[in-house]
Nanobody
């Protein structure tokens, strides 16, 4: 069984910064790509950023240059450093990870529970 536990969400002022964390735990053999999606009210869930196991990154155009995704493979943790936050960044942020379990060597994509980010003055 795998759990992705997110932390770091909360209220931040426009122009401020926030760092999200997401740690995967369980009977994990390996973790492939990890990333972050977000879903604002009335909107579809959209990709924010992803990072491969060898730290190759991709970003949505809307966050490029302001957000930084990184990972700690030893801790099975992915981070999202958010800077120069705009009001449109307010959303529920969901982490995900492609994980191979030791049991049966099965590979699936897993999702965190979501963490709320509010941007308000």
């Amino acid at each position: 069984q795998v759990q992705l536990v997110e932390s770091g969400g909360g209220l931040v002022e426009p122009g401020g910064s926030l760092r999200l964390s997401c740690a995967a735990s369980g009977s994990i053999f390996s973790v492939g790509v990890m990333g972050w999606f977000r879903q604002a009210p009335g909107k579809q869930r959209a990709l924010v950023a992803r990072v491969t196991s060898f730290s190759s990154t991709t970003y949505a155009d809307s966050v490029k240059g302001r957000f930084t995704i990184s990972r700690d493979n030893a801790k099975n943790t992915v981070y999202l450093q958010m800077s120069s936050l705009k009001r449109e960044a307010a959303a529920v942020y969901y982490c995900y990870a492609r994980i191979t379990l030791r049991t049966g060597m099965t590979t699936n994509d897993y999702w965190g529970q979501g963490t709320q980010v509010n941007v308000s003055s």
